[in-house]
């Protein structure tokens, strides 16, 4: 009985040992094997065995992990007092120096950031901070990732959460806001309505300038109707008279007939109201003609009579 006893505590102490020499590392942590309290090597993810009581396994998460600094209050280089909140991402790089270079990584990157924080924000206004958080986050991260490398870490980005400045500030904020947008707005309005003055003139100028020139296009086509009127008008005449006296070469009138197409345009002019005639130059020749007819009818009178 006695040496079954024995030997279930044999295999009880057996099943204790390999349990504790059976190490398995998850995919995201990487294993610090240490003999007798001195740092051994490191290894992978995966199944691993070391010697129970002799050695030991620490475990490090390589995950990107956050750092949710505190809020704080900072001075302002205006000397306002503002409150100040961020997070700090990072991770691990190498797991020897984040296990054995600081003992509370947590706690040392979040002072380093309030420190650094202070600094960054204490040299800028209040303006300035309120309105380059983006260039607050740059100047930050590269200050905490060149302090935190000795620790195997790198700072994967900051992150400010808000900057909060006392209420008074936050109410005397609020009015010059507000009194910026009613500033805007009536010039916004101003300029509007000056803009549409000046829209209004040129439309009115354009118009007067488009009836003008409207005006002179239509004095123009009158113009030119009149004037090839007036010319078709005498190319017409200057045929007809060109037909006429073609018709006259043609006959060949005799000078009595000449004559009494004269006495017959004298007989029209008389018919007017005219008090005085004006008889041409050659009135002599045509005096003759008539002379000259007067003997022809006094000629047959006297046949007849006889």
Do not use: C
């Not at 398995?24 to 993810?45: A, D, M, N, T």
């Not at 129970?52 to 396994?57: A, G, K, N, Q, T």
């Not at 200057?238 to 037909?243: P, T």
């Amino acid at each position: 009985m006695t040496a079954a006893v024995v030997v279930l505590a044999f295999i009880l102490l057996l099943v204790i040992y390999v349990a504790l020499a059976i190490k398995i590392v998850q995919q995201h942590q990487q294993g610090l094997i240490e003999r007798f309290g001195r740092y051994r090597k490191s290894v992978g993810p995966g199944f691993h065995m070391i010697v129970p009581f002799i050695e030991r396994m620490v475990k490090v998460d390589m995950r990107e992990q956050v750092v949710d600094v505190p809020p704080q209050e900072v001075i302002t280089r205006d000397n306002v007092v503002v409150t100040v909140d961020a997070v700090v991402y990072y991770q691990a790089t190498d797991p020897v120096k984040l296990k054995y270079n600081v003992s509370n990584f947590i706690l040392a990157a979040t002072k380093l950031a309030q420190t650094n924080l202070r600094n960054v924000i204490g040299d800028m206004d209040l303006d300035d901070a309120l309105t380059s958080r983006e260039t607050i986050n740059t100047e930050l991260r590269q200050i905490l990732d060149e302090a935190t490398d000795v620790w195997g870490t790198r700072v994967v980005r900051v992150e400010i959460q808000r900057i909060d400045p006392p209420a008074d500030v936050t109410q005397a904020m609020h009015r010059q806001m507000k009194a910026e947008r009613e500033r805007r707005a009536v010039v916004t309005e101003a300029e509007g309505e000056k803009r549409s003055q000046i829209l209004r003139a040129e439309g009115v100028k354009q118009s007067r300038i488009l009836e003008a020139e409207g005006q002179a296009q239509a004095v123009r086509e009158v113009a030119d109707a009149e004037k090839f009127r007036l010319l078709t008008v005498a190319e017409g005449e200057g045929q007809a008279v060109e037909r006429v006296f073609g018709a006259i070469h043609a006959g060949d009138p005799t000078p009595d007939l000449i004559a009494i197409k004269y006495l017959e345009a004298l007989q029209g002019v008389a018919d007017g109201k005219a008090t005085k005639l004006f008889l041409p130059l050659e009135t002599s020749g045509i005096l003759g003609s008539l002379g000259a007819i007067s003997e022809v009818f006094a000629s047959k009178n006297d046949g007849a009579a006889e």
